[in-house]
């Protein structure tokens, strides 16, 4: 037992992101996590982070059946460092637990020290280095799935937060005290065994066994976790749980049933609705179609594995205040620089327009646009059942 067991299993589902991520039937996630979502498409200049668009120099390409990919903008979208030794041609990536080493021309890379082969060698094209994608993905603790038919590769990592996930055993390892947790097409370490509790005793790993289906309550840090409870011998999912949001919404996608809410605390969190998803706003009963950009809102999801029961939106009524640059005004969308953010606020044709006290307009922005582009300012929005009531918009001298 002195290496560890793995065996590898298939399993069929779909990945989704935001509060519910499912994968098989038993495969289950609930908890509130941060996600890297990044689309890149071969031969396209347009990379999209978490739905955001962001320009992308030099274009992804495909070399020996290998997907390049810049190696810069990946790496430092999934939190890692990047240093380029010029006079070695090469590249040091590092992460929390991870070590990536990478040389111009070399097909081969060092992951930790251990050698790795590479069926097509980093390549530099107007000044950038290009590298496999599945290799430099994978090595910081992201998923890598390609789409042929759109000829895009999809890159998704979770960082880091308090997790509830379902799946099989599939390695133990009796001396390092761990155990290998396949979820989804995803296999994560579960660490801290011995100072977990089973139903409220300790944990004794060596009663655990191969394909055991087992819930996990921890502590997610890229692909490890730290065990808190465990559940075994059963497929049951966790309890129903009840989760409390509070912030912007960001877009709706109607196409994938999605809202994008920017809360609080400065996530964006996608939260991905069902078809048999109730969803309540300011007390009655709404569809998608309802729910606008911009609201502030107050979200309640009650929860269950793969799916959201309910849904409970309430718009709030207290004010909104933001300070930045304004960046560009639209006929009725306005951006705003603000702690190296770009923020959109979005008003409808009853909303009335403030500036330096006095009102200037309702439902039009474009009248004061040479008053107020590129002047820093504090905006305030007053929200209403979810609407913009009025948008009050200060200069700084």
Request: no cysteine; aromatic share 6%.
């Amino acid at each position: 037992m002195g290496k560890k067991l793995l065996i590898l299993l298939i399993t069929g589902g779909l990945l989704t992101y935001g509060l519910i991520i499912t994968g098989a039937d038993n495969q289950v996630f609930s908890g509130n996590l941060l996600n890297i979502h990044i689309v890149l498409r071969i031969g396209n200049t347009q990379a999209l982070i978490n739905d955001e668009p962001y320009r992308l120099e030099p274009r992804p390409l495909i070399i020996n059946n290998r997907v390049m990919v810049p190696l810069r903008f990946v790496a430092e979208t999934l939190n890692a460092q990047v240093q380029w030794d010029g006079s070695e041609n090469k590249v040091t990536v590092k992460s929390l637990n991870r070590e990536i080493e990478l040389w111009r021309g070399r097909n081969f890379a060092l992951i930790n020290g251990k050698q790795f082969s590479l069926d097509s060698p980093p390549i530099l094209i107007k000044g950038r280095v290009l590298v496999p994608v599945r290799l430099l993905a994978e090595a910081l603790g992201a998923t890598v799935n390609w789409k042929p038919q759109s000829r895009e590769v999809e890159i998704i990592k979770l960082l880091s937060g308090e997790v509830v996930l379902a799946g099989q055993i599939v390695g133990i390892d009796l001396f390092q005290r761990e155990f290998l947790l396949l979820w989804g097409n995803r296999t994560l370490t579960m660490v801290g065994v011995d100072t977990a509790l089973v139903e409220g005793r300790a944990l004794i790993l060596e009663d655990f066994s191969l394909r055991m289906p087992v819930v996990i309550w921890g502590t997610l840090e890229e692909n490890q976790v730290r065990l808190q409870r465990v559940l075994t011998g059963t497929n049951t999912p966790p309890p129903v749980q009840a989760q409390l949001l509070k912030g912007i919404i960001k877009a709706v996608n109607l196409t994938d049933s999605r809202l994008l809410v920017v809360v609080d605390d400065g996530r964006t969190l996608p939260i991905t609705i069902h078809p048999d998803t109730e969803l309540i706003l300011d007390g009655k009963k709404a569809v998608l179609a309802d729910f606008k950009r911009g609201f502030r809102v107050s979200i309640l999801a009650h929860v269950e594995p793969g799916r959201i029961l309910t849904l409970q939106v309430k718009g709030e009524k207290t004010p909104l205040t933001v300070s930045g640059t304004i960046t560009s005004v639209r006929l009725r969308e306005l951006s705003l620089l603000s702690g190296g953010q770009t923020i959109k606020i979005t008003i409808d044709s009853k909303t009335v327009l403030l500036v330096e006290g006095k009102k200037v307009g309702q439902g039009w922005l474009v009248a004061f646009r040479r008053t107020v582009i590129n002047q820093k300012a504090q905006i305030t929005g007053f929200y209403e059942n979810g609407s913009l009531l009025a948008l009050k918009i200060e200069i700084s001298n």
